[in-house]
């Protein structure tokens, strides 16, 4: 099993040796986290903007950040469940845009109930996902190039079934607000409480699970894995599935939120997911990664995102902000690991 | 390590402070926010963001234009929900979505936000459900009746024309090309088709041409926005397809001033942009200060057309139209 304790992780099983190298656990288990790098580039984020604007720290404020951070943050958790197994998908926001309008047509046009339209919507989103898994896994083709044209083709679908218009739902459905309407907390919206649901159900297996240990081990090395027995291709496909059903989540918990969906929306996202997942300490290479650190990844995001409107800056600059956060964060990630392996 | 964090900190920290200090200054002055369901980078929202910024300077206080990089309405409520917390003075902003936008505006009011709305406004039949205190823009679907009739005496009947749409699923823009379908179906008995050319140039001219090819008998390109208006322009100038193909426009930027002087487009609307910007400063801050209410602004529907480009061409060149 020495694929899977590769991946350093915590509750992994112990590799041989392991007992000589307790003495040096008083810092390593805090510095191993993969997380610590988006941590110390999200408390920076906090520190510059509360300096700025002292609203930075007020409940208004955070409840803006965690709804924001909601939406990308379950993209987020598919996304780095599935880079963890090795695979990309970059047809997640075209995904979250289809599977939302698929949910606010079945409901205003074809009058479904709303909860079984909401099943139709996720089902549709895991099928995207499964044909993602498909094409990649049969026709060998890797997932970038597979998850690039489903991007296009999806976008393009989702643009044709409303001939460009937005869909909006005016009538009060007790569902939208389940999913993204109502407030729980000060300006939090629910979609927080069920984003952070799903990211515990998903830190949970991956870290304390047999299928966790799976999804690293096909990430990490995938013939040793095989070797041991893995069903990797399995879990490829698996991870597909649950990556397109959360995509098609978001897209739902947003259209909750705004009663409205259009096929343009969500274009950044896939680019936006896969730097929370990368900025939270996830290789982009498989193996390597927590659903946690993506999860703060969506955070700092959100954080920036919020946090420059408030400073008044130009909004231009949160692109430049988040690509220095992400090169940043990763490049102390990997510092620490280099630290790290030298202390050992 | 340490020189690890210590640099990443102090970078930080310099991006912050070069960047972000003038807005860090003049805390009790009045803060007014401009958000925008498109960014400066579109030529047309950089007119506005000028009038915003000039209002601010003459008024004395801060005005902050915002808006997300592409058409994103979830973005641009973000960025609302945002100035919310930032405790401004008065918002404004598009109405960009009938359904998203009722509930954050009916928060705004409930905190004593003063919210007015720019350039765009919810659909007729909505008129009303959001409680913002003003308009200040001017009607899509007319603006697109207004064109399509403008260029009714150059058209034949029964003829065949194309509304190039450069953001598909934008409001604003369908209601344009919905205002021009009616009128050429209604007043000539023509076809209209719709075309999504997107927001790449080079992509806008290859979709256009292979339409053309497909429907050699298509008679006038509708362009609704520079983004659209600046590839047809170049495909008609390099096929050569002046006088073959009639062109109109929306909103004026200098390459559309050019083809309407080069005779190459008939026409364009104008919607005086720059009071968008400036007036939704002058109206919120006079709330602010005087509690005056605010009141529908109409920015113009005037056509700009050969006859009176010369006039208006020196402005756009200087960024105020």
Known sequence: MQVITNSR???????????ERVAMRQMRPLLSRREVGVAVALVLVFIVFFSMKRE???????GDIVTVAAELGVVAIGASFLMIAGEMDLAVGS????????LAMLITKSGWNPWLALLVALACGAGIGAV?????????IPSFITTLGAMMFWRGIALYL?????????????????LGGARVLSTAHISAVWWLVIGLIFCLVLEKTAYGNWVFATGGKRVAARALGVPDTKVKMTNFIITGALAALSGCLQLGRMGSMSPVWGQELSLEAIAAAVVGGNSLTGGIGTIFGAMLGAVTMASIRIGLVMVGAPSYWYMSFVGFIVVAAVALNVKLGEVISWRK | MRRVFGLCLIACLAIALAGLNPAASGADQMTFYVIAHTGPGDPFWAVVQRGVQDAGKALGVRAIFQGPAGYNVPEQVNMFNAAMAAKADGIATSISDARAWAE????????????VAINCQEPEEFRGTIPYMSYIGMDEYEAGKTVARRMLPKLKQGAKVVVAIHQAGHVGLEARAKGIGEVIAKDLGGKTDKLDITQDATQAIGILRSHLKANPDTAAIFTVGPLGAIPTIKMIRDDGLKGKVLMASFDLEPVTIQAIKDGICEGAMDQQ?????????????????FQLDPADYDTGRG???????DAVAALVKAGYR
């Open chain 1, 9 to 19: 992780r915590r509750g992994a099983t112990p590799a041989p040796g392991w007992s």
């Open chain 1, 56 to 62: 930075f720290l007020g409940a208004g404020t955070l």
């Open chain 1, 95 to 102: 995904n979250f845009a289809l599977s939302g309008m698929v």
């Open chain 1, 132 to 140: 993602n898994g498909l094409v990649t896994l049969y026709a060998r």
């Open chain 1, 162 to 178: 409303s001939q460009g218009w937005p869909i909006s739902i005016f009538d009060d459905v007790p569902l939208l607000r389940w």
């Open chain 2, 104 to 115: 954050p505006i009916r928060e705004a009011r409930k905190r004593g936000i003063p919210v």
């Open chain 2, 273 to 289: 942009q720059y009071l968008q910007g400036y007036m939704a400063v002058v109206e919120l801050y006079l709330n602010a200060k």
């Open chain 2, 303 to 309: 056509f700009v057309t050969p006859e009176n480009v």
